[in-house]
């Protein structure tokens, strides 16, 4: 919950600070303590806008395919750790040691499934399932009558249900995502500074220059802070819905 509310004040802000940024920009050249210099100058040549609207676009471009491929990790993490939990009640049942396995593979499932990155308990919660998946490992490793390959697999398996499990946990908890997003606001900003100083002596081709790179910059700044956070709102229940689907079919 407390990551949801955090990824909605940031969507709100993504939204609002360009158009603040925008207006802030406009109430300078009218009536700030520069409104009469500025006003006064001829302005800049465009390439200056172009060099630094390259540079904004180029980091932008950067980061949506970042913030798309760490979404697309995501669910594929969550993904692979419900598979891999079927996987191995399919090769219990096989080698007939579905009673030893399976109650494991559901103190696993349900421990996962109440771990939530944001929460101040998610220590207690990544213990339980730490327990439960070393419980897992160890009833796989003393199985009796398992052969050698097929007592390999599933080790090697289970050992893929772990890397998935810690692949899921790292990607909520990114500590980078506030640091790229404060990046672009400050080369949005930058860049609609740029546009008024280019259309300087043209007040209504500035405002709307300013006006619709504004549009675009929001939406940008609104798409990375929606999907670098995908465990929020594109993700929101995962990975609990997926290992209560690779519970139910236990």
């Known amino acids: ?9 940031e969507i709100g802000l993504s939204a609002a600070l360009p158009v603040a940024v925008a207006l802030v920009i406009f109430l300078v050249e009218a009536r700030g303590p520069l409104a009469s210099r500025i006003q006064a100058s001829r302005g800049i040549v465009a390439p200056y806008f172009t060099s630094v609207s390259i540079l904004f676009g180029l980091f932008a471009a950067l980061l949506v395919s970042d913030v798309w491929q760490k979404t697309n990790a995501a669910k594929h993490a969550v993904q692979i ?23 494991r593979l559901k103190a696993y499932a349900t421990a996962a499934g109440a771990e939530d990155p944001y929460s101040t308990g998610i220590s207690g919660t990544r213990n339980e399932t730490g327990k439960a998946y070393l419980d897992l490992l160890t009833a796989i490793s003393q199985a009796y009558g398992l052969d050698g390959p097929v007592r390999a697999t ?23 995502a ?21 259309h300087v002596d043209n007040r209504r081709a500035m405002r709307l220059a300013v006006g619709l790179f504004t549009i675009a910059f929001s939406f940008c700044l609104v798409i990375v802070a929606i999907f670098d956070a995908p465990f929020d709102i594109v993700l929101a229940g995962e990975p609990r819905a997926s290992l209560k689907i690779a519970l139910g079919g236990l």
């Open 81 to 103: 750790e419900s598979d891999t939990v079927l996987v191995l009640a399919h090769l219990a049942r096989a080698n007939g040691i579905d009673a030893i396995v399976i109650p």
């Open 154 to 176: 599933m080790l090697t398996t289970t050992r893929e249900l772990l890397r998935a499990h810690d692949d899921r946990l790292n990607l909520a908890n990114d500590v980078t």
């Open 1 to 9: 919950m407390a990551g949801f509310l955090a990824s909605s004040l």
């Open 178 to 198: 506030p640091i790229k997003w404060f990046a672009i606001l400050v080369f949005g900003a930058i860049t609609q500074l740029a546009l008024l100083l280019v």
